[in-house]
Nanobody
Framework: QVQLVESGGGLVQPGNSLTLSCAGS????????IGWFRQAPGKGREPISS????????FYAESVKGRFTASRDNVNSSVYLQMNSLEPEDTAVYYC??????????????????????WGQGTRVTVSP
């Protein structure tokens, strides 16, 4: 059974940092790209990052570029999202998602939710004084 489980969310003050984790099970995570999305209260789902199988290729939304960094540990079947300089606008539920087998992300396709076939349940991040 394919599962993705996010963790690491919480309440932080503006300017602080958090690292989210995405643990994969039931499939070889080292054969899939992984995407990160978020959904803020009252808003639609927003793609924020994607990381390739090797970890060498990453994409970021403009809203998080320079502040967020995606990485992965294929040995331990985990993907991470390091979030620095957090802002109240980063408040959202964060999801990781598995790219469909063989679907390599490009600069124009990494944002497409339909390119991902399994999603985690999300972890909530609240940025507030």
């Amino acid at each position: 059974q394919v599962q993705l489980v996010e963790s690491g969310g919480g309440l932080v003050q503006p300017g602080n940092s958090l690292t989210l984790s995405c643990a994969g099970s039931g499939f070889p995570l080292n054969l899939h790209g992984i995407g990160w999305f978020r959904q803020a209260p009252g808003k639609g789902r927003e793609p924020i990052s994607s990381i390739s199988i090797s970890g060498l290729t990453t994409f970021y939304a403009e809203s998080v570029k320079g502040r967020f960094t995606a990485s992965r540990d294929n040995v331990n079947s985990s993907v991470y999202l390091q979030m620095n300089s957090l802002e109240p606008e980063d408040t959202a539920v964060y999801y990781c998602a598995r790219r469909r087998p063989g679907w390599r992300a490009t600069a124009t396709t990494w944002t497409q939710a339909t390119d991902y076939d399994y999603w985690g349940q999300g972890t909530r991040v609240t940025v507030s004084p």
